[in-house]
Nanobody, 122 residues
Framework: QVQLVESGGGLVEAGGSLRLSCAAS????????MGWSRQAPGKQREWVAS???????NYADSVKGRFTISRDDAKNTVYLQMNTLKPEDTAVYYC????????????????WGQGTQVTVSS
């Protein structure tokens, strides 16, 4: 069981940058694959990025080259650095975690945060 709390969302102009943080509870953080997914109003939730306990990363094509996921196991925290933001990146971003990498990539992780709003203006 882990609890996740996101922070760092906000309003930015297109082309700008933002870094999201997700603080996780528990001393077994390192065994979980961590992920970020997002959901825009009226749209399906979309997987964005994931990072395994070993540090292997994967990204959705829509954010590849612009977003970077990382983790700091000493701080029980995962980050999403978002650069060159576009209006279509506007969404609520959710941190999530599971012992299964595939569950995270498929958007069915066991544990989810409350979300943080990211709005990118034109």
């Amino acid at each position: 069981q882990v609890q996740l709390v996101e922070s760092g969302g906000g309003l930015v102009e297109a082309g700008g940058s933002l870094r999201l943080s997700c603080a996780a509870s528990g001393s077994i953080f390192s065994i979980y694959t961590m992920g970020w997914s997002r959901q825009a109003p009226g749209k399906q939730r979309e997987w964005v990025a994931s990072i395994t306990g070993a540090g292997s990363t994967n990204y959705a094509d829509s954010v590849k080259g612009r977003f970077t996921i990382s983790r700091d196991d000493a701080k029980n925290t995962v980050y999403l650095q978002m650069n060159t933001l576009k209006p279509e990146d506007t969404a609520v971003y959710y941190c999530n975690a599971d012992t299964s990498r595939l569950a995270v990539v498929r958007g069915i992780a066991r544990h989810w945060g409350q979300g943080t709003q990211v709005t990118v203006s034109s």
